[in-house]
């Protein structure tokens, strides 16, 4: 157990050593913005450091900050998991304008409340000229999916 624990705190050091290398986010916004936390409290920096330190220290935030540092939004995950679960209702607002679902996805998206709306009508567009494309109605799920992960992604 207590080379266990060594082995775990020497590679945790490791971690935070090649971190402070690369340099590209300071310490704490690895830990309000990559990890658990992040996914889970995107809106709640505070939340997401507790969550992320309590959950296992921190390593999974530096190691995505590592691995991925683009993902360490916040809300990726949780956008992804969103038009999984809620695609029909996704494409339905998206259809209308406005609804709830569309709603939810722009403030995983966008953090700030103002540049929401812009984003909703930016995706929107996007969102039209790729339904009315020949083939989209022969795509699967999972490619109609991917096609708006990728589109929030391009207007967020």
């Known amino acids: 157990m207590k080379k266990i624990t060594i082995s ?44 992320n330190v309590t959950w296992d220290s921190g390593t999974t935030a530096i190691s995505s900050d590592i691995s991925s540092p683009d993902s360490c939004h916040g809300g990726q995950g949780r956008v992804a998991s969103l038009i999984n679960k809620a695609y029909e209702f996704l494409e339905a607002d998206l259809a209308s304008g406005n609804g709830k679902h569309l709603d939810t996805l722009a403030a995983l998206a966008v953090r700030n409340s103002r540049a929401q709306q812009q984003f909703k009508d930016a995706l929107r567009k996007d969102f ?29």
Not at 14 to 39: K, T
Not at 129 to 147: C, D, L
């Open 8 to 51: 775990v705190c020497a590679g945790v050091l490791f971690v935070l050593a090649s971190s402070q290398v690369v340099g590209a986010r300071q310490f704490g916004d690895i830990y309000s913005e990559c990890g658990l936390g992040a996914m889970l409290f995107p809106k709640n920096s505070t939340i997401a450091i507790i969550t």
């Open 128 to 156: 039209t000229k790729v339904v009315a494309a020949p083939g989209y109605t022969s795509k699967t799920r999972f490619e109609k999916e991917e096609i708006l992960y990728n589109l929030v992604y391009k207007n967020s």
